[in-house]
């Protein structure tokens, strides 16, 4: 079945701690994720924010096949997926880390290119190898979860995180998913939380015409760490509606009240670094369905995860408490969700793999993009 195109417009910079500036005479770091897949985005950003002694250096544009400049410019490059784009760049000269963001089963996970790369994939320690992907297949090492530099959240939080993928999806599941669930979705968050961001992957011609569907002004925030857009989710009674390539997804999350995702690895080590609850919203596509059967098979057994562990924060009545054992969780009652949602479209519930992780993470764990960071930084200085 066809998925929906990706959209090859290029993704913000990543963004850097304040005050950090770049030593004269740095190594330059070419980052190339891909723009059109969140985990891609968010693994590359996460693995860029321990590299402030490098200089980011700009992808070439589309327009630019040759990309002579920016690639001869580098002295390293981290490429996030895109096996093509790592050879290109080794045929160029330049040294890569390539590294496998997302969950095994995604799309396009082959292709990295052999011996001359060095190769790290993403695999949390709270996340067992699947049967058909043991961990070091192919040479690539794991490296544990790629948390968000910042590890705590604002104490000053509003508005829900809606933070969408589509990567691999069938083009008529995902245009269902948004023209069925998302109105419903959205409207139940700003009641509840008092305002929506929706934060996305690639998106199809329907996909598009949904989510500008569900889109309304509403008081923003000040201007945050990305120019010209808010520092944290419309707390203001509005939905926005943003390009995960053009915003600061770990900066949102760290000021959102509510966190709804899909099953995505470097979504869910949002919450699992932070502690925070979140909801999954029901997976779409093969890979998100084998990610979380796994989630929810591990949530099952009593000995992965404490009685504790991170519920979601879910909408209910006025009035209501909110947590798991309150009327408002998601899976219960469904009339909490506007009646027009289809079921199967309704976040999934802490006992349904909401919060498969134990109660403390391991600090250890938790290292996985300072590991990838060292790796670049040594074949920059010391190319293979």
Known sequence: MATIPADDRHP???????????????????????????????????VAAHLTDLRIVSRPRAADPDGAAAEQAADVALVCDDGPAAGMLLDRGVPVVWLRSGHDHAPGSAGCPGDRTVRRVHRPGWLPPSGSTPDGAGGALPVGTLAPLRLTRSRRRGGTL?????????????????REALPGLTAAAVRHTGGCTVVHDRAGPPVRAALEAV?????HAPAGRLPGLPAAPDAGGGVTVHRAADVDVDAWHAAAEAFWTSPTLCGLA?????????????????????LAARLSARTADPRST??????????????EPRGPQGPQ??????????????ARFLPESAGSGAAPFPQEPDPEDLRGAQRVARALRQLAFAPL
């Open 215 to 219: 889109r309304r002004p509403g008081r």
């Open 162 to 178: 809606l933070l969408l993928s589509f990567w691999g999806v069938p083009d008529d599941e995902a245009a269902a998913f948004a």
């Open 329 to 342: 969780g998601p899976q219960g009652p469904r009339g909490s969700f506007p009646a027009g949602i289809p």
């Open 12 to 46: 913000a910079p990543a963004p850097r701690p304040r005050g950090d500036r770049v030593p004269r005479g740095a190594a330059r770091l070419l980052l190339v994720p891909r723009a059109a897949e969140l985990d891609s985005l968010l693994a590359c950003r996460r």
């Open 306 to 319: 404490g009685a504790d562990a991170a519920a979601p924060e879910a909408p209910g009545g006025p009035g």
């Open 270 to 290: 949002l919450a699992r670094a932070r502690g925070s609850p979140v909801a999954l919203l029901p997976p779409l596509g093969d890979a998100q369905r084998d």
